[in-house]
């Protein structure tokens, strides 16, 4: 199973609490190999205060949400349902059905404008590691990393094609690290 990003309804200004309490219950139960990185969008905005002066404050992008990076197991999937402030996911039908995840391309606009990545360039991606490719042209295909240009978040993968190893030039939400 692999790690994927879920949508989590908290209660609207509790996304903290939440965070935290959801931090706790994973150390403490032994599921941090099950529940990766916990996130609050947030944008920062700058203001113009009567006086003239700016000042540069957070604001939440979804009030009431928060990303869960998570595998979907059954254990994993009670421990964040059950987590005081939770409310449920979004993408699930309820009656036991477990919540679709995020699409890769959903989640890389919201984490690039935070300044976060879906995957973790300093240790997931570098030359030598086994990438599927998600999106784009070579949709369906896997390759290997050739060169990472993190300034403009690309990827040179090397990847099959007729017979012959062919550079291809990817964005990073483009792909997932084969697992």
Do not use: C
């Amino acid at each position: 199973m692999e790690k994927l990003w879920y949508v989590v309804n908290t209660y609207s200004g509790h996304e903290a609490k939440v965070k935290e309490k959801l931090e706790m219950r994973a150390a403490s139960m032994g599921f941090e190999d099950n529940i990766y990185r916990i996130v609050i969008p947030e944008e920062t905005i700058i203001e113009t205060t009567k006086d003239g002066t700016t000042k540069e404050k957070k604001k939440k992008m979804f009030p009431g949400y928060i990303l869960v990076e998570m595998v979907m197991t059954d254990e994993a999937w009670y421990i964040v349902r059950n987590t005081p402030g939770v409310t449920g996911f979004i993408g699930s039908s309820g009656k036991g059905a477990k919540p679709t995840p995020l699409p890769p391309q959903e989640i890389d606009k919201i984490l690039v404008s935070m300044g976060m990545s879906r995957v973790n360039v300093d240790t997931e991606l570098k030359a030598g590691t086994t990438v599927d490719i998600i999106d784009g042209p070579f949709k369906g295909m896997y390759g290997v990393i050739d060169n990472v240009d993190t300034a403009n978040n690309k990827l040179n993968v090397l990847i099959d094609l007729f017979g012959q190893e062919t550079p291809v030039e990817v964005e990073l939400f483009q792909v997932n690290v084969r697992q």
